[in-house]
């Protein structure tokens, strides 16, 4: 990649940055596509967020991913944001279209493309859905819609609940948060773990426990003991790698107006793993 005066910059803006795979798997698509752009990743402490969002105007960049702790206090910085970023609650890429900077959310329709990819297919299971954050909403969104039907837990339930009756409002679909888990775990076909446990193996607990003939997912996108409890199992267990892959096609697309080597980008990630 040859950077000169026309290079066109797309950034990661987080606190912390410097674990991101973002950059690598940008930037092997930008070279592969003959882009003349790059992508680079800032560290941005809260304090200085709307300090970093002026910066993008002035230096006239491209676009932004946005990962935590940014995702929701980015939004009052932006001139639109597109309604599903809107109902989820939080941005994770921003297009620069003229003078205006857009929000959006990639991350439900990368999560939903990931499914697709690997031939998983909501259409006529009960589905699960452990945790109520930003990632829950994400995924929510399609989810609700593309399952026979969706539950939802949290053990803060007041917030499963908000997201509940969102979803109602939004999309029209009632969603029940049984009070605990096993109320729905037994009966679900494919429950889904969208919490942090898991990142620290040997520390945290299992979100839940899998049974025989579930399918498992788990947006963590590097091994935890939950996936391979499941695949001890035999369940059908997918993590969330697709998910990053899909939310950096959609971006890149969004950004170039172009569709992105999604193999490259993969391979990217897979070497960032390694």
């Known amino acids: 990649m040859t950077i000169s005066g026309k290079t066109r910059v797309v950034a990661l803006i987080g606190h912390p940055v410097a674990h991101s795979l973002s950059p690598g798997m940008h930037n092997a698509a930008f070279e592969r596509m003959g882009l003349d752009y790059c992508y680079v990743a800032f560290d941005v402490p809260p304090a200085l967020l709307r300090d970093a969002v002026a910066g993008v105007r002035a230096l006239e960049l491209e676009g932004l991913n946005v990962t935590v702790p940014h995702k929701e206090a980015v939004m009052p910085f932006l001139d639109t944001i597109d309604s599903e970023a809107a109902f989820i609650g939080a941005v994770n890429t921003v297009v620069k279209q003229g003078a205006k900077l857009v929000g959006h959310n990639t991350d439900g329709r990368g999560f939903m493309r990931s499914l697709g990819e690997k031939g998983i297919e909501p259409a006529g299971k009960k589905v699960l859905v452990v945790g109520a954050g930003g990632a829950a909403r994400a995924i929510s969104y399609y989810l609700c819609v593309e399952a026979a039907s969706l539950a939802l837990f ?21 969603v029940p948060v049984p009070e605990r888990l096993e109320e729905s775990l037994p009966g679900a076909d494919m429950v889904i773990n969208a919490t942090p446990l898991g990142l620290h193996p040997g520390e945290d607990p299992l979100p839940f426990s899998p049974r025989e003939g579930q399918v498992v997912g788990d947006l963590i996108y590097v091994e935890t003991p939950l996936q391979r409890e499941a695949a001890r199992l035999g369940c059908e267990v997918f993590n969330g790698l697709g998910m990053l892959l899909w939310q950096g096609v959609l971006a890149s697309a969004l950004w170039t ?18």
């Not at 339930?157 to 679909?173: F, N, Q, S, W």
């Not at 107006?257 to 390694?274: F, I, N, Q, S, T």
């Open 154 to 174: 949290d053990l803060d339930r007041p917030k499963a609940e908000r997201l509940a009756a969102d979803l109602k409002d939004v999309r029209g679909v009632e």
């Open 257 to 274: 107006g172009r569709e992105p080597p999604h193999d490259v980008m993969l391979r990217a990630l897979r070497e960032g793993l390694r």
